[in-house]
């Protein structure tokens, strides 16, 4: 009688741990940004990290790889929201801010982008896929583990012609950007890696010419995570005219967004 009340008391108590890990505490944390990222950037990731013993990368390319057709871009950027929305949460740029990013590149229709912060490589299909003929994307990750599986991705998506996946620190390789790639200047600069960085790699861009006229910078989660001192260089400043899009943090329903920030000139 006694083990029957113990075993029925743990299968409680599971179910109590479970609803409140897959239902009730994912739906509290909705709308509060630093409250959602604690429990899903760090909590949760580690604790699944432990317990499968991969890593959420791995996991998201295993969803890309059951789920997503080769050769489907779009098919890849599906299975990925899928996944971060019924699975695992993830920190990409998100379907709703996505749809944002989709309209600024096909606004700009750039022959060169720069995006830093690769991730997974879920921002970079997004981008390159829309991209005119001739164009290219070049990408840098700090994280090798990282880039190992953003390649794998975007070798998925069949892209790979349109993205060069580069590792190492944004403050290192910026400077070597022109004699490296041969590039001029950028059209397009997607910030999307740590938040602090932002602001100085955009001086250094500027230092080192690789931002023209007419460049347009697209910074993500200026909201949240945030990004202050960022945010008050380019609207302040007379070498940019920017906007903000209001949005969400990424599968939640706490505020977040992108600023678009365009070049004036020297």
């Not at 509060?32 to 991969?54: K, P």
């Not at 779009?74 to 749809?99: L, P, Y």
């Not at 997004?126 to 991209?131: D, E, G, Q, T």
């Not at 580069?166 to 004699?179: H, N, Q, R, T, Y």
């Amino acid at each position: 009688m006694m083990l029957l009340s113990l075993l029925s008391g743990l299968i409680m108590g599971a179910a109590v741990l479970f609803v409140l890990y897959r239902w009730v505490i994912p739906t509290a944390v909705q709308y509060h940004g630093g409250l959602a990222l604690l429990w899903h950037d760090i909590i949760v990731e580690r604790a699944l990290d432990t317990l499968t013993r991969t890593s959420r990368p791995q996991r998201i390319l295993k969803a890309v790889q059951r789920k997503a057709t080769v050769g489907d871009p779009q098919s890849v950027i599906t299975a990925i929201d899928h996944f971060c929305r019924h699975r695992e949460w993830a920190m990409n740029v998100g379907d709703e801010k996505g749809s944002i990013l989709d309209s600024v590149v096909s606004e700009v229709s750039p022959v060169t982008v720069l995006e830093l912060g690769t991730y997974c490589g879920y921002s970079t299909v997004r981008i390159a896929r829309l991209l005119p003929p001739g164009a290219c994307v070049i990408t840098l990750e700090f994280n090798p583990d990282y880039a190992a599986i953003a390649r794998q991705v975007i070798q998925w998506s069949g892209l790979e012609d349109k993205v060069q996946l580069v590792e190492g620190a944004s403050g290192d390789w910026i400077p070597w950007m022109k004699e490296h790639f041969g590039v001029q200047a950028f059209d397009l600069v997607f910030l999307d890696h740590w938040k602090e960085r932002y602001l100085p790699d955009t001086k250094l861009l500027e230092e080192c010419g690789l931002i023209q006229k007419g460049t347009v910078l697209l910074a993500d989660n200026v909201i949240c995570p945030g990004t202050p001192d960022y945010l008050e260089y380019v609207r302040n400043s007379p070498r940019y005219n920017s906007h903000y899009y209001r949005s969400h943090l990424e599968y939640t329903k706490a505020e977040d967004g992108l600023e678009k920030s365009v070049f004036l000139g020297y």
